[in-house]
């Protein structure tokens, strides 16, 4: 199985006067369009997307939205444990669901998501992999989804994304 973390785009600064529920804050039109881009160059890696799961606040959800316009991909899913503070035994159940050849794309928020990348990497969130804005990483397992069973195949940022975006070629 091939799980793939994104880390939600550039969104709006906090502003308790904009935006009393954090959770509505959304991308920035700057930081929608350097998600695409971003998204673009992880649709260059994987040519069979299976499953995008996305914590359901909004900056997150139109990640995953853009994510799956560039994968040509319609299976979307929320998941409440990818929300910042969610259960990382949750995400690890629902990736079991999963099949054994599946490519998953998980999007969400720091520093939750570099934690479980910890978990899925190390068996604790303890060892975490930060992902900057629109930044992603490639883990793998062989087995089972279990905690610490992962390998870390890559580790990109959004501005080599987007770069890979850019090539001519095929990856």
């Known amino acids: 199985?091939?799980?793939?973390?994104?880390?939600?785009?550039?969104?709006?600064?906090?502003?308790?006067?904009?935006?009393?529920?954090?959770?509505?804050?959304?991308?920035?039109?700057?930081?929608?369009?350097?998600?695409?881009?971003?998204?673009?160059?992880?649709?260059?890696?994987?040519?069979?997307?299976?499953?995008?799961?996305?914590?359901?606040?909004?900056?997150?959800?139109?990640?995953?939205?853009?994510?799956?316009?560039?994968?040509?991909?319609?299976?979307?899913?929320?998941?409440?444990?990818?929300?910042?503070g969610g259960s990382y035994r949750a995400v690890v159940q629902r990736l079991a669901q999963c099949g054994a050849n599946d490519a998953v794309f998980l999007v969400g928020h720091e520093p939750h998501l570099g934690k479980l990348a910890g978990v899925l990497l190390f068996g604790a969130p303890a060892g975490s992999l930060p992902l900057k804005k629109a930044g992603a990483c490639a883990l793998l397992f062989e087995g089972p989804v279990r905690a610490g069973d992962a390998r870390l195949h890559w580790f990109l940022p959004s501005k080599l994304l987007r770069r890979l975006a850019r090539k001519g070629s095929k990856v």
């Open 1 to 84: 199985m091939r799980i793939y973390l994104l880390r939600h785009g550039p969104a709006g600064r906090r502003d308790a006067s904009r935006w009393p529920d954090d959770s509505a804050r959304p991308l920035t039109s700057r930081g929608a369009e350097r998600t695409e881009v971003a998204a673009r160059g992880l649709a260059r890696l994987e040519s069979d997307p299976t499953l995008v799961l996305t914590s359901p606040l909004v900056r997150a959800e139109q990640t995953a939205k853009i994510l799956c316009k560039e994968l040509q991909l319609e299976n979307l899913e929320r998941l409440d444990a990818l929300s910042p």
